[in-house]
RNA sequence: GCCCGGGUGGCGGAAUUGGUAGACGCGCUGGAUUCAAAAUCCAGUGUCUUCGGACGUGCGGGUUCGAUUCCCGCCCCGGGUACCA
């Protein structure tokens, strides 16, 4: 008994192993990034966790450890890497817990920070402590403040396409005003440099803000009753809240937001330039949905009794199409529809919008098929043609995109061709040669015919043809649009960074930048006040001290994307006092070079830190607009669930084979009780007291085997697997290599906890190779073989090629072939395996750090030895193993010598008996040589 | 509907430029070792087979001496998005 347990430690003592190497590390600081070097940078960078209370599962660190085998390659490389780790810690999982208990969400925040900490260090992570950022950490929001009042303090302008200080606009404003102005702005009329002069304070201000990049305004925000607080469009999820999955209204509310929109533009065309995959490319593209046409007016007929004729402007992206238009829609709640409904129509047209009212969003989507709408007896006046066209009311055109007016094209537009169908209304083909009886054509091909001036005109052509006459004859304009909303900014929550605000006579004010922080002040209750106001609303004179200013504080909350927008930035200068970060700093680290995280936050984080990043840029702070210059995305890992199955009504289990023959109900079982699908009976029946006294169907051989399901990993399935117990049970080297085996990193995999023996027995080969059943080193001095040679380099270069293309999974296959060949060549040659163990550090990083010990080098160097060199000379062979096939189809193998030369191969082929044989006394009609590769033989 | 991915043994997956399909690992089968079990080691493991071979990468076609790989048409799965004018 006591012999076994030693000769265990002398096998591979993980345990022993990682713990003393995890301590060397932090204690040298192994890992320190240096501000100061001639090396080249690389910044690797994961995106950060919400320090949640379930702590962390497999699937956390699948892409920790990915970048982790990367920033060690890269040291190896030679190069000065940045690998930072922290913490997104403000978030409503505390402030929901805060609600129900009463504590702090800083207490909660913090202990769930030391439990992901402890979780992060087991790993074995070479990430720079010391750089470590907490977004909850006044040090670090102070900046994120600081950045909000730069936005604040800015506009767009669009003439140098960058943002610039709102001083030289109110300059501008007091000189001209805003008559030569070309900026981003939800205010269309203009004032004279007298008429601004002559503004009050607040009405100065209340125009100014329909400048700034960050912005007060009255605007429809999704409101959730549940939550007591505003939530962004991509935090609901199904017209319900992402968190919580609550009702979500619409309501009118004084918020703070982000003029995004202004850089929808370069959002989009910075996508060209940084390697991201196509689909999250995509993702963000669709979502900016640039859309290029023209906005044209069209004149309601006959004016509205007592004022101006209305002027109905529409967006469209075919103003070739112009002629086609054969009537007009608008959506119900658009403003005009009660000015120019007739008489006549004034009891259907209310009819149509209070149904159209009833009907939620949600309903309207799921109603697609159904057409309704309502002639208004109003006419407009084609701006070309002079025709009269009916205006119409339909649901079908939202309110919310574009001007809520669409001139309707039935030929062209399958929607309008169903509206105009259902309800008889003309539809005018102006395609040449097609055929619009049974559907309408919506290709942008072929010419346009029957249309004036640009009949006979290709479509491409039409389109700038159109466009001119508009703008000529002053109808309108070529405009392009998007579908990206300017991003609301405030949150009525406590658990978020309070803004450097406050009010004085309604106005809003910047807190000086010495004043910064502005802290949290303490509340008795994390929840909204009776009147409907923020929890910060709650808080006291005393519990703002003096940091209260005006006649009261702002009571927001910023949103979690706040923080996330820029902390890249933090992690090059973490404790600096006076600047975000030196520009010296950012200008020697510049952007992230290798960022991988998830790609649920395609467009919320991915997307809000572009636009800061583009606004600091814009500003002079950091010298480029991309934050991340590649991306990659992990997949995610599934769970691996297990089910009994209880027979109705009854405490009746019957096994996986069995339960066909009853009526059963699957019901998920702890994979702990669980072990290659075999229940433990006794494990189960004490698992819970329902089921102390359960009774089992069981296969023929007296196990109950359990089903299974591949489903997400989550508590209330009993399928997740923490990190905590593999790395006790078989290390976090195993783990680190297990989790890169699974698969290739990108794509969603199965947790399946049973390979991990493979990875760990590859391991104890290594060991192997340096170590006898005693413990004594067996390494030999002196020249290596040829085969060594050969596997060793073979390894080299499938290994390095690998990791150039992010290829985890089968650089561990490669790590196994080479240690096997050793194995079997019986090498325990000094030069080889100080090679192997270098190359294997970075996935490997414990066990290769003891063995560089044991080799003789100095403790903690292994991950500064340059990357092994590749040398070809070692892979050339004498002879080729040649696969011979007939008609594509391979037969036989003929080794022969690689310096034949073709005819020679030809001719040693067709004289080996075995394709004397298949050729059966034919000649062949041709053979295919490819040196070095195959030979193919038609007949 | 539209836009992206993907579909290969019992399972996870490999095949990087069109050149031996199934590397590597798990699982399984048989054997060695053991009082026994675990662990370890060795051998086998795509399917069918008359043991010659035939078939085989979602389905159907095509290009090619040769196709998991390229082209055309379809089916299924995953993700994104949607009366976006």
């Not at 990915?66 to 930072?84: C, E, M, T, W």
């Not at 006046?381 to 009916?390: N, R, T």
Request: glycine letters at 6%.
């Amino acid at each position: 008994m006591h012999l076994q347990f030693l000769y265990i430690i002398m096998e591979y003592n993980f345990q022993e192993i990682e713990a003393n190497w995890r301590k060397f590390w932090a204690e040298n600081k192994t890992f320190a990034a240096k501000d100061h070097s001639d090396l080249p940078k690389y910044y690797v960078l994961d995106m950060f966790p919400y320090p949640s209370g379930a702590g962390l599962h497999v699937g956390h660190p699948l892409g920790y450890i990915a970048s982790d085998i990367f920033a060690r390659y890269k040291r190896a490389q030679g190069f000065n890497v940045l690998h930072p780790m922290g913490y997104d810690s403000f978030g409503l999982p505390a402030e929901q817990y805060a609600i129900q208990t009463g504590q702090h969400p800083r207490i909660t925040t913090e202990q769930n920070v030391a439990r992901y900490r402890d979780q992060l260090d087991k790993i074995g992570f070479s990430f720079d402590w010391d750089r470590e950022v907490r977004t909850s950490s006044p040090d670090y929001y102070k900046w994120t403040q600081w950045i909000f009042k730069q936005l604040f303090n800015s506009y767009y302008d669009v003439t140098q396409d960058k943002a610039v200080s709102i001083s030289a606009l109110i300059a501008e404003f007091e000189a001209k005003g805003n008559a030569n102005v070309n900026a981003t702005t939800d205010y269309e009329g203009t004032f004279t440099a007298a008429e601004w002069n002559a503004y009050s304070e607040k009405e100065k201000e209340a125009r100014l803000q329909e400048y700034r990049l960050a912005f007060l305004a009255d605007s429809w925000v999704n409101w959730c009753p549940a939550l007591g607080t505003v939530l962004a469009n991509d935090e609901i999820v199904n017209g319900k809240s992402e968190r919580g999955n609550h009702t979500v209204e619409q309501k009118l509310m004084r918020q703070w937001s982000m003029r995004i929109k202004a850089y929808a533009e370069r959002l989009l065309t910075g996508l060209e330039g940084i390697d991201w995959t196509d689909s999250l490319k995509d993702i963000q593209r669709n979502w900016i949905g640039k859309s290029i046409g023209a906005s044209v007016t069209f004149t309601v007929d006959g004016g509205v009794s007592g004022a101006d004729p209305r002027v109905i402007e529409v967006f469209t992206t075919r103003p070739d199409t112009i002629f086609g238009v054969s009537f007009m829609v608008l959506a119900p709640e658009h403003p005009f529809v009660d000015e120019i409904t007739t008489d006549e129509y004034k009891t259907e047209v209310e009819n149509y919008k209070a149904s159209a009212s009833l009907k939620s969003e949600r309903d309207r989507q799921a109603d697609v098929k159904n057409i309704s709408g309502q002639f208004t007896g109003a006419y407009a006046i084609h701006p070309f043609s002079g025709e009269k066209v009916q205006i119409w009311i339909g649901d079908y055109v939202l309110a919310s995109y574009g001007t809520g007016a669409v001139m309707a094209v039935p030929c062209g537009d399958q929607r309008d061709w169903d509206f105009a169908k259902h309800f008889g209304i003309e539809i005018i083909n102006i395609f040449e040669d097609v055929d619009i009886a049974e559907a309408a054509y919506t290709e942008k091909e072929g010419k346009i015919a029957n249309s004036d001036f640009l009949s006979g005109l290709t479509v491409k052509k039409a389109m700038k043809r159109a466009i001119h006459e508009i703008e000529t004859r002053g109808f309108g304009k070529g405009k392009t649009n998007y579908r990206l909303r300017d991003a609301v900014f405030s949150r009525q929550r406590y658990w978020g960074e309070p803004f450097p605000v406050y009010f004085k006579d309604d106005l809003p004010y910047l807190v000086e930048d010495d004043q910064l922080a502005i802290t949290l002040p303490d509340v008795d209750k994390y929840l909204p006040t009776e009147e409907g106001e923020p929890p910060l609303a709650r808080a006291t004179d005393e519990a703002w001290g003096d940091q209260l200013q005006g006649d009261r504080m702002d009571y927001n909350t910023m949103p979690g994307w706040a923080g996330s927008s820029w902390y890249f930035l933090r992690y090059m200068d973490p404790h600096n006092e006076n600047e975000f970060v030196s520009k010296e700093k950012v200008e020697y680290w510049n952007n992230v070079d290798l960022y991988i995280g998830g790609s649920e936050h395609a467009t919320g984080h991915l997307l809000y830190s572009r636009f800061w990043t583009k606004f600091l840029y814009d500003m002079g702070y950091i010298p480029f607009d991309e934050p991340f210059k590649k991306l990659i995305n992990q997949g995610m890992i599934l769970g691996r669930s297990s089910f009994v199955y209880r027979t109705e009504d009854t405490n009746q289990f019957v096994t996986n084979s069995k339960k066909k023959e009853f009526k059963t109900t699957p019901i998920h079982v702890d994979i702990s009780l669980v072990e290659n699908d075999i229940l433990d009976i006794e494990a189960f029946k004490n698992s819970r007291e329902e089921y102390a006294n359960a009774e089992f169907i069981l296969e023929d051989d007296g196990t109950y085997i359990c089903g299974h399901e591949v489903e997400k990993m989550s508590k209330s399935k009993y399928n997740v697997q923490t990190p905590d117990e593999l790395v006790e049970k078989f290390g976090a080297d195993t783990l680190r290599m297990y989790e890169m085996f699974l698969g290739p990193l990108e794509q969603s995999k199965p947790w399946d906890t049973q390979g991990i023996n493979g990875v760990h027995n590859f391991l104890r080969k290594v060991w192997k190779l340096v170590h006898d059943r005693n413990g004594n080193i067996i390494v030999t001095e002196g020249e290596p073989t040829k085969d060594a040679l050969k596997t060793l380099h073979k390894t080299i270069k499938k290994v390095g090629d690998d990791l150039d293309r992010f290829s985890f999974n089968t650089g561990v296959s490669n790590f196994m072939i080479c240690v096997n060949e050793l194995t079997d060549q019986k090498c325990n040659n000094k030069s080889i395996i100080e090679q192997l163990v270098v190359l294997l550090s970075s996935y490997a990083p414990h066990i290769c750090e003891e063995l560089w010990v044991k080799l003789g080098h100095e403790a903690g160097t292994v991950g500064t030895q340059p990357f092994p060199t590749f040398n070809a000379d070692h892979l050339i062979e004498a002879n080729h193993k040649y696969p011979v096939s007939f008609n594509g189809k391979m037969r036989f193998m003929l080794e022969l010598p690689t310096t034949l030369s073709k005819d020679e191969i030809e001719k040693e082929v067709l004289a080996h008996e075995t394709a004397q044989k298949w050729l059966d006394g034919n000649d062949p009609k041709k053979v295919i040589v490819v040196p070095g590769k195959i030979v193919n033989v038609v007949i």
